[in-house]
């Protein structure tokens, strides 16, 4: 009778996580925040900048818009294939210029060359999680607040070089339990998730809620299911965050 009962409630428990679908966990995850797209129009230039969430192994010698080669194999290369498969007609060109292990800093110390000289119509940043994981692993000193004043240094130049560039900005995320992320990452990590949506709103920019994309998910998986580590996305996470980020262009 116990087991027939255990039974039952495991099934139950499944049939419940099968109801929650991945479009579910994208809109459960966006309605939080105001409904604001960034729209593409023909001829588009399409930047992916960040760390090696956004890098994923491209070919950094592979200077090409829309080759897998040069979009790695994460994130960026499956939105960008949703992108250029729902829009044959605008020429779209998309690039990816992530580089594993950067901070903001970093990203500033290459601009000139991965991304003002690319003169990108959309530039979608995803960057942070370094700026902050790495003081704990690799004796990084920076703060919240050099975080901060970095990112709006950095987007403060890109919008006096290219002041028509429409900005996508994600927020970035670990996910507790997996691995690397553990008690010591928290409160303060969830800091630079707050300065980050509170940069998107003070440049006008859409912002990608990743987090309470990933907690949204946890409901249907675990977190090992959605990363490999609790920081870098799985081949799931990654069309999550895809399907996200597709959710905020028309």
């Not at 060109?93 to 959309?122: F, M, T």
């Not at 490999?228 to 262009?249: F, I, N, R």
Request: glycine content about 6%; overall charge positive.
């Amino acid at each position: 009778m116990m087991l027939n009962r255990r039974k039952f409630i495991q099934s139950s428990a499944i049939a419940t996580l099968a109801t929650v679908s991945i479009p579910d966990i994208v809109n459960a995850a966006a309605t939080a925040l105001p409904a604001k797209k960034v729209s593409l129009t023909v001829n588009d230039t399409i930047l992916f900048q960040g760390d090696s969430i956004t890098d994923w192994g491209r070919n950094k010698t592979d200077a090409n818009f829309n080759t897998s080669s040069a979009l790695g194999s994460g994130y960026a290369l499956l939105t960008a294939s949703q992108l250029l498969l729902n829009n044959p007609t605008k020429n779209l060109h998309i690039y990816n210029k992530g580089i594993s292990g950067n901070k903001v800093y970093q990203l500033a110390d290459r601009w000139e060359a991965d991304c003002l000289a690319i003169k990108p119509n959309v530039l979608s940043v995803l960057v942070g999680v370094n700026d902050f994981w790495h003081t704990l692993s690799n004796g990084y000193k920076g703060t919240v607040e050099t975080y901060r004043n970095d990112y709006k240094a950095l987007l403060t130049r890109t919008k006096q070089a290219l002041p028509n560039v429409k900005l996508i900005i994600g927020e970035p995320f670990a996910v507790k339990g997996v691995k690397a992320v553990d008690e010591r990452w928290y409160p303060t990590f969830d800091n630079y998730r707050q300065a980050a949506r509170e940069i998107a709103t003070e440049f006008d920019a859409v912002f990608i809620p990743y987090q309470s994309l990933f907690n949204e998910a946890l409901k249907a998986a675990p977190g090992s299911y959605w990363t490999t580590d609790g920081v870098h996305p799985s081949v799931a996470g990654e069309a999550l965050m895809a399907q996200a980020w597709l959710k905020a262009v028309k």
